[in-house]
């Protein structure tokens, strides 16, 4: 029986399979399964080459050689000037994104515009590194407003495609697989991102200079993104059919426009366990997206750890967080979801203190990457998975619109705070203790829900 407001769906359930028999490698042969998970396969070489790994120490490095790094006049620390540029881009997340979820449910043309955005996001990934070697010989200020200016645009459009993709998971698995369909996009996920930096480190061997190969690491993430997007997802994934008749023109830009915001001030009244989600995942989520992001950084200010070590790093969170994300989907079945998320807030809560009052070598900063990987993709799988479950049928997209502002919308606050306070104090083990205020928070909202 499908939940309230909600239908039942022609999912990997269709012929009468349970959670309790249908393995994961059951799921791979469903093709619509299969095609709409490959693509967290291949929008996380973007994430973990880029977001992760490389451009944030690549901007540092770039400001510390400048005689007076800035950025639109402020003076600031080269460990602040990469968050701030994160934070801007979700700013603009913040009001693109319920436009493009309700637009996708009203046109039905959610894959097309899916695409569009995958394509677009990572061609400008490929120009992230074809920038830095266009600007050789430029002033520092200047590669990294360009550089700076390309990952905004890079990842509005990666929160677009991302937004229009989690709203196909109703549509493609009944409500007793949520769970494990949601953590085997994150586990391929996690899985391709780690062969994609993979070889990236390759790079690192073959061409001799550092710099020639973060700017061919950016192009493979573009590449990457491109080629299993059209291949896999492009070729596999299918419109659900019937509904409404889609909305054109005029009306579509009037409704587009005004549905999202008429939506989100009757949500709370309406759906209050969506909305109270929301409010837990946009402080806890804020969290998690805040230590992907500083989290190379860190190590490197921290530990003073080499570019080789730090992409070996992440290299082991990546294919760990492969196994925490299966595993996760797993105890979500059968602990209940929101338990699951509730004991992995508990876990985040640890690694901040950890990382704030004991870190203090290379071995406990591989043990704290394995705490992290555990929890990182069970956190996002079950949260999408949750949601899924709280959103009405035929408006999939404007409500993943919001949850993606949740998730990235929030994503300004923590990176803005970690750049104040090492700002302030110059202390980065200071700014990573503040990020465990927002697991606190998000863990209280979330305990709350019925």
């Not at 973990?48 to 510390?64: F, K």
């Not at 989907?329 to 990382?355: D, F, N, R, Y």
């Not at 919001?402 to 994503?411: A, L, Q, T």
């Amino acid at each position: 029986m499908s939940p309230p407001g909600r239908e039942s769906n022609n999912g990997p359930e269709k012929h009468g399979q349970n959670r309790c028999h249908l393995s994961y490698m059951a799921l791979f042969k469903d093709r619509q399964v299969f095609g709409w998970a490959m693509y967290d396969w291949a929008n996380s070489a973007f994430s973990t080459i880029v977001v992760s790994a490389l451009l944030g120490p690549y901007l540092s490095s770039l400001a510390g050689a400048g005689q007076d790094p800035s950025l639109f006049s402020l003076r600031l620390k080269p460990d602040s000037i990469y968050p701030f540029f994160v934070s801007i881009s979700v700013l603009m997340q913040l009001f693109v994104l319920p436009v493009i979820g309700a637009m996708g449910d009203m046109l039905r043309r959610k894959k097309a515009l899916m695409m569009g955005f995958a394509v677009s996001g990572s061609i400008l990934t490929c120009l992230l590194g074809a920038g830095g070697i266009f600007l050789q010989g430029a002033p520092s200020s200047s590669k990294i407003l360009c550089l700076g200016f390309l990952f905004v645009l890079a990842n509005l459009f990666f929160g677009a495609s991302i937004t229009l993709y989690n709203s196909f998971l109703p549509d493609i698995s009944s409500p007793s697989l949520r769970d494990r369909v949601s953590s085997l996009g994150w586990a391929l996920g996690y899985v391709g991102g780690g062969i994609a930096l993979a070889l990236c480190m390759a790079l690192f061997f073959f061409l001799g200079k550092k710099e020639a190969a973060i700017q061919a690491s950016f192009v493979v993430a573009g590449l990457w993104w491109l080629f299993f997007s059209i291949f896999f997802t492009g070729r596999m994934l299918k419109e659900k059919e019937g509904g409404k008749r889609p909305l054109l023109g005029r009306d579509l830009f009037q409704k587009g426009f005004k549905e999202p915001f008429l939506t989100l001030f009757a949500m709370r009244r309406k759906r209050p366990d969506a909305w109270r989600f929301l409010v837990a995942y946009f402080f806890y989520n804020d969290g998690v997206q805040t230590v992907i992001a500083v989290a190379s950084i860190f190590a490197v200010s921290v530990l003073k750890v080499d570019g080789m070590t730090l992409l070996g790093l992440i290299l082991f969170i990546q294919f760990v967080a492969a196994f925490g994300a299966a595993f996760f989907g797993w105890l979500g079945e059968s602990m209940g979801t929101k338990k699951a998320i509730l004991l992995s807030l508990l876990v985040w809560m640890a690694i901040t203190l950890l990382a704030s009052f004991s870190l203090s070598d290379l071995m406990g900063l591989f043990a704290l990457a394995f705490l992290i990987a555990m929890v990182l993709g069970g956190t996002q799988a079950l949260s999408r998975s949750m949601f899924s479950m709280l959103v009405p049928c035929a408006r999939e997209a404007e409500y993943f619109g919001f949850y993606e502002v949740s998730e990235k919308g929030s994503s300004w606050l923590g990176p803005l705070v970690f750049g104040l306070v090492v700002e302030l104090t110059g202390d980065t083990r200071a700014a990573m203790l503040s990020i465990g205020v927002f697991f606190l928070v998000g863990f209280w909202v979330l305990l709350q829900q019925k």
